[in-house]
């Protein structure tokens, strides 16, 4: 079976400091959740996908990892030991259990599949149940990225068109992007997540099409004007930058100047930099 992309898990150490920041840039942000094993979020939701944006709480008792048990909380402790940013991509399941048996037999990752439930609230404050299984993958050449698929079991809790609504106008991701010493490397590995075949780019990286957006794996000396940043090799290896759609980069470059926040236009898109968006590019692009 095909993925679509679930979400982004953006690591940040200041959770309502971030979620402020993208407040700032024109998204809905939702309430404070916490898993149980102590990790905290706070969610932008779109249509067919979200932004996780996550922490370690206080009292936080995180299980570390072991044989055939990959821990979703110590890789974000452990990413936020390091730097902030997004840590992790997951593809949306319709089987996670079977999906991690195809995992093992594809040689990327022999994990037992990771259920789990946590408290939502709805946008009318009340509280509802959502519950999630995960399977993990493991790319070798890239540890600073994580890689799963989530099957959604109470969809019709988490899915709400009320949380779907942002005062910029933004309707789903666009892109993600990988950065890497050597994107053919990692062609097979990601071939064998996405289920998708991977394209060759002009730039001497590589994408994925997935269902409405695209995985770009670039190289850590490649300009990179996709996303716009100024010097080559300024990229740090992992996923270094995702975009988002939106109506009108314009009206979003004039919320910029009132707010006085940073951005760069480069063609069609408005650009966030990475030293400002906590770790991560953020481009604009018109829809």
């Known amino acids: 079976m095909t993925h679509r992309l679930d979400h982004l898990v953006v690591a940040v150490r ?50 570390p990892h072991g044989p055939r048990r990959f821990s979703f909380g110590a890789f974000v402790r452990d990413f ?28 990327i990752g022999d994990f037992e599949p ?16 959502v519950a999630f299984t995960l399977a993990f993958a493991r790319d070798p050449l890239a540890p600073e990225a994580g890689f799963f698929v989530s099957q959604h079991h109470e969809p019709g809790n988490f899915w709400n068109a009320a949380l779907q609504r942002h005062p910029n106008g933004a309707t789903g991701i666009s892109a993600v992007a990988l950065a890497v010493d050597d994107p053919a490397a ?23 099409a997935l269902e409405g957006n695209r995985i770009d794996i670039v190289t850590l000396n490649a300009p990179a004007e996709r996303f716009g940043l100024a010097a080559a090799g300024s990229w740090r290896r992992g996923f270094a930058a995702f975009a988002v759609r939106c109506p009108d980069a314009r009206e979003m470059a004039a919320r910029f100047d009132a707010g006085g926040l940073p951005g760069q236009r480069i063609g069609s898109r408005l650009i966030v930099p990475a030293s400002t968006a906590f770790g991560v590019a953020l481009a604009f692009e018109p829809v």
């Open 14 to 63: 200041d959770l309502d400091g971030a979620a402020q920041f993208y407040e700032r840039l024109g998204f809905q942000v939702g309430t404070r959740n916490r898993h149980p094993w102590g990790t905290e979020n706070r969610i932008i939701q779109f249509p067919d996908s979200f932004i996780e944006l996550i922490t370690v709480g206080a009292r936080a008792d995180i299980p």
């Open 80 to 107: 936020l030991a390091r730097r902030e940013g997004l840590a992790m991509l997951a593809l949306a399941s319709r089987d996670a259990k079977a999906d991690a048996a195809a995992f093992a037999e594809a040689g």
């Open 114 to 129: 990771f259920f789990f439930e946590r408290k939502a609230q709805r946008p009318d404050g009340s509280e509802t149940r």
């Open 186 to 208: 990692h062609r097979v590995f990601l071939e064998r997540f996405t289920r998708e075949s991977a394209a060759q780019t002009p730039e001497g990286g590589l994408s994925i």
